[in-house]
């Protein structure tokens, strides 16, 4: 279901400049909150809420059970990162690997074709 509403919502992924135009329509990309010297990052409240919501289901599942992802929230934890924005990296960073396999089969659909 959810690779369902991945493809769905989506559409054609060439639609979309890059990986990070993809991230901003999903609302993953972190958006800059700093003053002075504080570096922080806040919620992207912008884009397409089910997209989302389908790489919020896949970063908690890959969260809970695929230990790359789970070493990777940890790293992100040990770096003083709260869970929330430790979600958010993930969410990010599967973002990119969704966008470039969505690109890679819509290349090969048009080679058979």
């Given at each position: 279901?959810?690779?369902a509403?991945?493809?769905g919502?989506t ?27 504080t ?10 809420r ?25 790293r992100?934890?040990a ?21 470039r396999a ?12």
């Amino acid at each position: 279901m959810t690779a369902a509403r991945l493809l769905g919502e989506t559409g054609d992924p060439r639609r979309f400049r890059s990986a990070a135009a993809f991230a901003m329509a999903c609302g993953v990309a972190p958006i800059p909150a700093s003053s002075g010297k504080t570096q922080r990052v806040r919620l992207n409240r912008r884009g397409n809420r089910q997209l989302n919501r389908a790489l919020f289901i896949v970063a908690l599942t890959q969260g809970r059970e695929y230990a790359p992802a789970r070493e990777y929230m940890e790293r992100k934890r040990a770096e003083g990162k709260t869970w929330n924005e430790a979600m958010r990296c993930l969410k990010r960073q599967l973002a990119d690997v969704v966008f470039r396999a969505m690109l890679k089969d819509r290349s090969e659909e048009l080679l058979t074709t």
